[in-house]
């Protein structure tokens, strides 16, 4: 993909310190929506290992010689034009989400997480969280290769923000606790088959965006790293089985299913994985 715009101002730079310091400690109970959670990782003392109520030293804007730095924020631009449109379209006023670049650790308002979580999505402050080195993991270990795979990273995460916002992600919350362990994690999946259908939604409507241009080959790029991240093929790899009671995030057919859908329709009413029987 190419993108002519001058990034989004909603980028905070976390890496090596420097900069003003922001609290984020708090709100510890609300819940983290992690990508990195399903990579087959022992995470145990993942979250919550740095100290609760801490700051993290962050900068506004990214430097002009980080090509990867720069490449996000602008991603994180078109999905903020994107969704700005759709809001408009619902009679609603998007608020725009912060993205943290941070390495190794961070500090967030749902806890503490290192980087070994990969991208998350923190609702408690409205900010999308990740370490840059994930992508050369997405690359080397799932075999997701390419710019227009990072970005679905990225449109991804967002997406639970606009779910977040449409009170979407209530459901899950409100079903924490109450229904067994197999029927929330089918309500995870879709939760997060919707988060792919939102991604797909922004690739079809930045196509319209002036300063957006889809290269040949992204949406297979896009498709490639949700198919590599599908839970089915991910337990595979780890323990050489698949148990679908146990799935978060989705298979890699589901994944891919519902990033195309998004994108072929660029229709909020199509993504409802809640009520649908094509799960």
């Given at each position: 993909?190419?993108?002519?715009?001058?990034?989004?101002?909603?980028?905070?730079?976390?890496?090596?310190?420097?900069?003003?310091?922001?609290?984020?400690?708090?709100?510890?109970?609300?819940?983290?929506?992690?990508?990195?959670?399903?990579?087959?990782?022992?995470?145990?003392g993942?979250?919550?290992?740095?100290?609760?109520?801490?700051?993290?030293?962050?900068?506004?804007?990214?430097?002009?010689?980080?090509?990867?730095?720069?490449?996000?924020?602008?991603?994180?631009?078109?999905?903020?034009?994107?969704?700005?449109?759709?809001?408009e379209?619902?009679?609603?006023?998007?608020?725009?989400?912060?993205?943290?670049l941070?390495s190794?650790?961070?500090?967030?308002?749902?806890?503490?997480?290192?980087a070994?979580?990969?991208?998350?999505?923190?609702?408690?402050?409205?900010k999308?969280?990740?370490?840059?080195?994930?992508?050369?993991?997405?690359?080397n270990?799932?075999?997701?290769?390419?710019?227009?795979?990072?970005?679905?990273?990225?449109?991804?995460?967002v997406?639970?923000?606009?779910?977040?916002?449409?009170?979407?992600?209530?459901?899950?919350?409100?079903a924490?606790?109450?229904?067994s362990?197999?029927e929330?994690?089918?309500?995870?999946?879709?939760l997060?088959?919707?988060?792919?259908?939102f991604?797909?939604?922004?690739?079809?409507?930045a196509?319209?965006?002036?300063?957006f241009?889809?290269?040949?080959?992204?949406?297979?790029?896009?498709?490639?790293?949700?198919?590599?991240?599908?839970?089915?093929?991910?337990?595979?790899?780890?323990?050489?089985?698949?148990?679908?009671?146990?799935?978060?995030?989705?298979?890699?057919?589901?994944?891919?299913?519902?990033?195309?859908?998004?994108?072929?329709?660029?229709?909020?009413?199509?993504?409802?994985?809640?009520?649908?029987?094509?799960?």
């Amino acid at each position: 993909m190419q993108w002519f715009g001058k990034g989004s101002n909603n980028v905070e730079d976390g890496r090596g310190g420097g900069g003003g310091k922001t609290a984020l400690g708090g709100g510890i109970g609300i819940i983290i929506v992690v990508l990195g959670l399903i990579f087959g990782k022992d995470l145990t003392g993942v979250v919550s290992q740095l100290p609760q109520g801490g700051t993290t030293e962050v900068k506004q804007g990214v430097p002009a010689n980080d090509a990867q730095a720069q490449f996000v924020s602008g991603v994180l631009e078109s999905t903020e034009q994107v969704w700005d449109k759709e809001f408009e379209a619902m009679g609603k006023t998007y608020e725009h989400p912060k993205m943290v670049l941070f390495s190794d650790g961070v500090q967030t308002a749902c806890g503490s997480a290192s980087a070994a979580v990969g991208p998350f999505y923190c609702p408690g402050d409205h900010k999308v969280y990740i370490d840059l080195t994930f992508y050369d993991e997405l690359k080397n270990r799932f075999g997701a290769a390419g710019d227009f795979a990072q970005a679905y990273v990225i449109a991804h995460e967002v997406g639970h923000h606009v779910q977040n916002l449409l009170g979407i992600s209530d459901k899950l919350q409100e079903a924490r606790g109450r229904v067994s362990e197999k029927e929330y994690n089918r309500l995870s999946v879709k939760l997060e088959l919707q988060a792919d259908f939102f991604a797909g939604l922004w690739a079809h409507n930045a196509q319209n965006l002036k300063d957006f241009k889809l290269d040949e080959g992204d949406i297979e790029e896009a498709l490639t790293a949700a198919n590599a991240i599908g839970d089915d093929k991910l337990q595979k790899q780890a323990t050489g089985e698949v148990t679908p009671d146990s799935f978060t995030h989705g298979s890699s057919q589901q994944r891919m299913y519902w990033f195309k859908k998004g994108f072929q329709t660029g229709d909020m009413t199509k993504g409802d994985t809640f009520n649908s029987n094509e799960l």
